[in-house]
């Protein structure tokens, strides 16, 4: 009995570790995209809010949560082009624009709620995409709930990671695409429209981010707060570097940043002793003590956070 | 006309622009919901500046924004982000209040002093931590100070709702009568607070455009290698530019205790650091500009909350228009320095002179 509890404890333990991966694997495979293009986007943070107001406001509205994951990467996809002009076309600074959007995204996304729903303090309920259930299968101990009993966007976002894995280091595109993170002059001597790449990098970065916002309001919780995202925008750029702008190094820099949030979660419910604030401290300490075990930053795309001309100015 | 008054006068006229431009796009947003804008923007206005309680109001707000504000300027004058300020506000805050409240036997002037020294102090030792991982172990200084925000904010709300809890209110004991800052106006919450904020706004100006030592900051800001190269101790520098920074806002954050508050409860302190380094922007990293577009700010606070009240508008429009200012500041600031631009700009600069 004792034994069966354990496995019931761990395997629960772990199904949640993935669910709080999920939004954090996404927008790190977002942020890679970028970067790998050269491109530092500190502002993932406001573009997952943006992202989690759009998914819940959409999915609200159509009954379809669906639809709100589409409509909040869409949406995060579009404001990043706010970045993506300033930084490509005017080569103003990364951060500063990271920045600004950190500041507008939330903005926009309180204003869109309350025009919409009015300045209210009721607890508003949405439509959340369940669990895959898997018969049967799921009923195995520990492995069943952790791989078969998930949300589709955890089963997505792995095999997003492993394509992306593939497309960076297997395909002519992927190596391409790498190379204007690295040597974007030489790039463009050989064909490639470095711009566009950029272009195109800040579309999927933003479109990730949106997902893993929109994510959390359309199948982690079901109701709106401000502050949802809590910060996991910087836990997810801080889990590119951890993890060594690889895909392999993302998944685990991620999943253990999940694991500390699932286990703190956990256990604020089973040690009510220990105040929860300074469990919830865990996730956020223990990002930083990753940090500093790991030093990573010599791995970065050489040409990470340059402003590209053409002409060499 | 010198080449420094040129660029002065440019940067003016990028930030008035920028934040001219940003509120007629608040206007389109008003008018897009279908409100009357100049309703709007009077209410806005009246909120601001309508009465000795309204303009009081405006210079309560904008004083922690100063102290934020001064933080980012003086980081990233010497090459780094402080995007921490909010935490080091907040520590500042829960020194002062334990400080001041619980631990000081005696009230008074004494205590209002001592409670503001240790509240830069806490800021201080919260702003090393980036700055010490920044400058010998290389981590990047933004992602450290932001989690670090985090941090600071769950331990505040320990404290309200734990050990410094008052009776079963999640808030703190308030500080004793004697201790708090005393109010400027009659019938207004302005408070001495200002004065503070606008000396360290002038010994920061002072201290970076005059001083050995401020120039030092600002070489190892523009360009660390050749700062290191010329002998200058640049991993010191950094960090007790973090250190300052820090303290600058610890002391923000003892000052609206002291002064404000009088007490911690939830949303202490939420968004000043991410507003401070969006005003040392707009003001040009510049004290003084940081200070004045601190102000501007707090008018668009302060009369957003009227504007809320007698229109239904959100608050939240200002906040867009906010955010809007920077990144038409940033914008102007690099299209200017494109080439083409830079040529036309400069070309003009002779034909006025001529």
């Known amino acids: ?313 | 006309m010198g080449i420094r008054f040129k660029n002065t006068i440019l940067k003016v006229s990028i930030s008035a622009i920028s934040i001219l431009a940003a509120i007629l796009i608040g206007a389109i947003i008003i008018a897009s919901v279908g409100e009357n804008v100049f309703v709007a923007y009077g209410f806005l206005l009246r909120g601001a500046f309508g009465n000795a309680r309204a303009i009081g109001e405006t210079i309560v707000k904008a004083t922690p924004l100063i102290f934020t504000a001064l933080a980012a300027v003086f980081a990233y004058r010497c090459g780094m982000f402080n995007l921490g300020a909010e935490g080091q506000f907040i520590m500042g805050a829960i020194a002062a209040s334990w400080i001041s409240a619980t631990l000081l036997p005696f009230g008074g002037w004494l205590n209002t002093l001592l409670s503001m020294i240790i509240g830069a102090l806490a800021g201080g030792v919260w702003g090393a931590i980036p700055g010490l991982l920044k400058a010998y172990r290389g981590l990047n200084e933004m992602i450290v100070s932001i989690l670090l925000n985090y941090v600071a904010t769950l331990f505040m709300a320990f404290l309200y709702s734990g050990p410094l809890m008052e009776k079963n209110i999640p808030q703190t004991v308030a500080i004793f009568d004697d201790v708090k800052l005393t109010r400027l106006i009659e019938g207004s919450r302005v408070h001495t607070g200002i004065f503070v904020a606008i000396g360290v706004m002038i010994v920061a100006s002072y201290f970076l455009f005059k001083t050995a030592k401020g120039y030092q900051l600002r070489v190892v800001g523009l360009n660390p290698t050749a700062a290191n190269v010329n002998g200058l101790a640049v991993k010191k520098m950094m960090v007790s530019a973090f250190v300052v920074s820090g303290m600058i806002a610890g002391l923000g954050g003892a000052v609206e205790l002291l002064g404000s508050s009088y007490r911690l409860m939830a949303g202490f302190g939420l968004g000043f650091g991410f507003d401070g380094v969006a005003i040392a922007l707009i003001g040009q990293l510049h004290p003084i500009g940081a200070g004045l577009v601190a102000y501007l700010f707090a008018v668009l606070r302060t009369g957003a909350n009227t504007m809320q009240i007698a229109t239904g508008i959100t608050t939240s429009v200002v906040d867009i228009v906010q955010a809007v200012i920077i990144i038409f500041a940033v914008a102007a600031t690099a299209i200017i320095a494109l080439p083409g631009v830079k040529a036309i700009v400069n070309r003009k600069w002779k034909g006025a002179e001529q």
């Open chain 1, 1 to 313: 009995m004792d034994m069966f509890l354990n496995a019931h404890f761990i395997g629960s333990l772990l199904q949640s570790t993935l669910r709080v991966t999920t939004p954090l694997l996404l927008v790190a495979l977002g942020e890679l995209y970028g970067e790998r293009a050269g491109m530092i986007n500190i502002g993932l943070d406001g573009i997952m809010t943006l992202g989690a107001t759009v998914g819940f406001i959409v999915g609200y509205i159509t009954v379809n949560p669906l639809l709100g994951l589409v409509i909040g990467a869409v949406a995060g996809s579009l404001i990043n082009l706010i970045y993506a002009y300033s930084t490509i076309t005017l080569r103003s600074g990364q951060i500063i624009n990271g920045m600004a959007l950190n500041i507008l995204a939330p903005a926009l996304s309180i204003f869109m709620f309350r025009q919409y729903f009015g300045v209210t303090t009721k607890l508003i309920q949405g439509t959340v995409i369940k669990p895959i259930c898997v018969p049967v299968l799921s009923d195995i101990p520990i492995a069943g709930p952790v791989l078969f009993n998930q949300n589709p966007i955890t089963y997505l976002a792995f095999v997003l990671a492993i394509l992306t894995a593939i497309f960076f280091n297997k395909t002519k595109p992927g190596l391409d695409y790498r190379a204007v993170g690295e040597f974007p002059r030489a790039a463009e001597t050989l064909g490639i429209n470095v711009i566009r790449k950029k272009y195109i990098a800040c579309m999927i970065c933003g479109a990730l981010a949106g997902l893993g916002g929109a994510y959390l309001n359309t199948c982690y919780i079901g109701t709106y707060a401000e502050g949802v995202v809590a910060g996991r925008g910087f836990i997810a750029l801080s889990a590119v570097i951890f993890g060594g702008w690889r895909v392999r190094g993302l998944i685990l820099a991620t999943l253990l940043f999940g694991f500390t949030d699932a286990v703190q979660l956990r256990f604020q419910t089973i040690l009510p002793v220990i105040p929860y604030q300074i469990l919830a401290m865990l996730p956020y300490l223990s990002t930083i003590a990753a940090l500093f075990i790991m030093r990573n930053s010599g791995l970065a795309p050489k040409a990470n956070g340059v402003p590209y001309s053409r002409e060499g100015h």
